[in-house]
């Protein structure tokens, strides 16, 4: 076993992530011009950063490599066949070959075990090996840009159905489809009798994005609707959210955005960039800060939030404010990714459920370990679900519209 001595710590844990990604993402040819001056500063750190990536993209000896985790206890029994089993490696002649010492091991363990769920799909090497539960059920695409728009007097129209250009006109105020699938509202001075309510909504498996008649953008995720109304007039702008959005607010000091939720929080800003996930399947309504600041309110309890911070509405109505917490992770959805900071299966999986159209059952123990990974979300949902499995051991099946999960 490792010594206590020698454990990684988180920071060093994040950068072997950091880093395997960007191999992973390499070996894909999927690489950006930033990303890839990120990995060739890595590379020039060391000699022997430069032998660990070799060691991956060209082939080395990777089941002595493996063999070492094993033994320093490093990888699990689990992880350790899953990996071999993925670079073909045969496991009972591999263990009469010489072992290597722990500055290799930890090499490999940047390349395999670190590398989480992102470079398993960034690569593709799982599908090389595909698991023949997952590879046999009934495979489902991702989720998409729809979501329907209901007016103040109740028609409904279908906005991936409408064609670019005038979707309809309420007073002064004119909605416009515009290229890229978002509609945007005209800016326009209404008195108040003018003023008329509308309802944006993404089904599950769906997201929209609007710009609002102050220039307030919204992206809305799956499952999701926002109320607002045609043009804002009065001494605040208010809209009701349910399920989860991020926000870009047009600055406006003495008019300030004010966001609803429906267990009566409130989320009030001047102008800033922010998160709210208030999803009812969600065991608290987590609001994060990006940019400027914002007031948490439920009842007589609030939280005053700063950039980098996450306030935690609970359902007893209590306010929990966090600092330091992993944005990049609350908006990974806006940025088409799935992003999971040590989170359990059941979190994610409800996000599986949402963006994919499938209901999750369980069967038996479900593993609590916390997963540590990234992946796209434009990929079917076998190739997500392999990744898991390949992370977890968890097991997947498809039962009409139902995700069955086991744990052998």
Same mark, same amino acid.
């Given at each position: 076993?490792i010594?206590q001595?020698?454990a990684?710590d988180g920071?060093?844990?994040?950068?072997i992530?950091?880093?395997a990604k960007?191999?992973?993402?390499?070996q894909?040819?999927?690489?950006?011009?930033? *990303?890839?001056?990120q990995?060739?500063?890595?590379l020039?750190?060391?000699? %022997?950063?430069?032998?660990?990536f070799?060691a991956?993209?060209k082939?080395?000896?990777? %089941? *002595?490599?493996?063999?070492?985790? =094993?033994?320093?206890? %490093?990888?699990?029994d689990?992880?350790?066949e899953r990996?071999? *089993?993925?670079?073909?490696?045969d496991?009972?002649?591999?263990? /009469?070959?010489?072992?290597?010492?722990r500055?290799?091991? +930890?090499?490999?363990?940047?390349?395999?075990?670190?590398?989480?769920?992102?470079?398993?799909?960034?690569?593709?090497?799982?599908?090389?090996?595909?698991?023949?539960?997952i590879?046999?059920?009934?495979?489902?695409?991702?989720g998409?840009?729809?979501a329907?728009l209901?007016?103040?007097?109740g028609?409904?129209?279908t906005?991936?159905?409408a064609?670019n250009?005038?979707?309809?006109?309420?007073?002064? &105020?004119?909605?416009?489809?515009?290229d890229?699938?978002?509609?945007?509202y005209?800016? &326009?001075k209404?008195k108040?009798?003018?003023?008329?309510?509308?309802t944006?909504?993404?089904?599950?498996?769906?997201?929209? /994005?609007?710009?609002?008649?102050?220039g307030?953008?919204?992206?809305?995720?799956s499952?999701?609707?926002?109320?607002?109304?045609?043009?804002?007039?009065?001494?605040?702008?208010e809209?009701?959210?349910?399920?989860?959005?991020?926000?870009?607010?047009?600055?406006?000091?003495?008019v300030?955005?004010?966001?609803?939720?429906?267990?009566a929080?409130?989320? =009030?800003?001047?102008?800033?960039?922010?998160?709210?996930?208030?999803?009812?399947?969600e065991?608290?309504?987590?609001t994060?800060?990006?940019?400027?600041?914002?007031?948490v &309110?439920?009842?007589?309890?609030?939280?005053?939030?700063?950039?980098g911070?996450?306030?935690?509405?609970?359902q007893?109505?209590?306010?929990?404010v966090?600092?330091?917490?992993?944005?990049?992770?609350a908006?990974?959805?806006k940025?088409?990714?799935?992003?999971f900071?040590?989170?359990?299966?059941?979190?994610?999986?409800?996000?599986?459920?949402?963006w994919?159209? +499938? *209901?999750?059952?369980?069967k038996?123990n479900?593993?609590?370990?916390?997963?540590?990974?990234?992946?796209?979300?434009?990929?079917?949902?076998?190739?997500?679900?392999?990744?898991l499995?390949e992370?977890?051991?968890?097991?997947?099946?498809?039962?009409g519209? =139902?995700?069955? +999960?086991?744990?052998?």
């Amino acid at each position: 076993m490792i010594n206590q001595e020698e454990a990684l710590d988180g920071d060093q844990l994040d950068e072997i992530f950091r880093i395997a990604k960007l191999v992973g993402k390499y070996q894909q040819g999927v690489l950006s011009r930033k *990303e890839s001056g990120q990995l060739q500063q890595w590379l020039d750190k060391s000699p %022997a950063n430069l032998e660990k990536f070799n060691a991956l993209v060209k082939g080395g000896h990777f %089941a *002595e490599h493996l063999q070492s985790l =094993k033994e320093l206890g %490093a990888a699990s029994d689990g992880e350790y066949e899953r990996v071999a *089993e993925m670079v073909g490696i045969d496991v009972g002649e591999q263990r /009469k070959r010489s072992r290597k010492g722990r500055s290799t091991a +930890v090499g490999i363990l940047v390349v395999f075990i670190g590398v989480g769920l992102a470079a398993y799909i960034y690569r593709g090497g799982f599908t090389n090996h595909p698991d023949t539960s997952i590879a046999a059920m009934k495979d489902i695409p991702p989720g998409g840009n729809k979501a329907t728009l209901t007016l103040g007097n109740g028609q409904v129209i279908t906005l991936s159905d409408a064609r670019n250009g005038l979707v309809t006109q309420q007073g002064n &105020a004119k909605v416009l489809k515009v290229d890229g699938g978002e509609i945007s509202y005209t800016s &326009a001075k209404s008195k108040g009798q003018d003023i008329v309510y509308n309802t944006i909504t993404t089904p599950i498996t769906g997201e929209f /994005k609007v710009v609002l008649s102050d220039g307030t953008q919204v992206f809305l995720n799956s499952s999701s609707s926002l109320k607002y109304p045609s043009v804002f007039a009065g001494a605040t702008r208010e809209v009701t959210l349910t399920g989860e959005a991020y926000f870009e607010v047009a600055r406006n000091k003495s008019v300030p955005f004010i966001v609803k939720t429906a267990n009566a929080t409130s989320v =009030k800003v001047l102008g800033t960039h922010f998160d709210i996930m208030a999803y009812s399947d969600e065991p608290d309504i987590k609001t994060t800060l990006l940019e400027g600041s914002v007031l948490v &309110a439920y009842g007589d309890n609030s939280g005053l939030l700063n950039p980098g911070d996450q306030a935690s509405v609970s359902q007893s109505g209590s306010v929990k404010v966090m600092q330091g917490v992993d944005v990049d992770e609350a908006v990974a959805w806006k940025n088409g990714l799935f992003q999971f900071d040590h989170a359990d299966l059941q979190s994610i999986l409800r996000q599986v459920s949402r963006w994919y159209g +499938v *209901e999750v059952v369980y069967k038996g123990n479900i593993p609590t370990e916390s997963i540590k990974g990234e992946a796209p979300r434009n990929v079917n949902l076998s190739k997500l679900l392999q990744g898991l499995t390949e992370m977890t051991g968890v097991q997947f099946q498809m039962d009409g519209n =139902k995700l069955m +999960v086991s744990h052998p």
